[in-house]
């Protein structure tokens, strides 16, 4: 038989609450300033690559790391 739920938490003080979220972590991400972000031009007919292959990585690696889903890695660039 279920048994009656309990009281949620509610959460009266909320300059508080959102001043706790912000202390709860912060993350800084170092970047080389030379990594080349953008592809470079190779001279081959087809669509260009965008991204270079050091960038993709990075943008794996952030995936890997966080449990995020690829969109959520790629919206960004440092660039």
Known sequence: MLEASSPRDRTTNWPDYNAALHR??????????????????????????????SAIHTCLTLKVLFSLPLRQTVGWSPA
């Open 24 to 53: 709860r972590g912060s993350l800084s991400i170092w970047f080389d300033p030379t990594m080349a972000w953008h592809a470079t031009k190779t001279g081959k007919r087809g669509h260009p690559k965008t991204f270079s292959k």
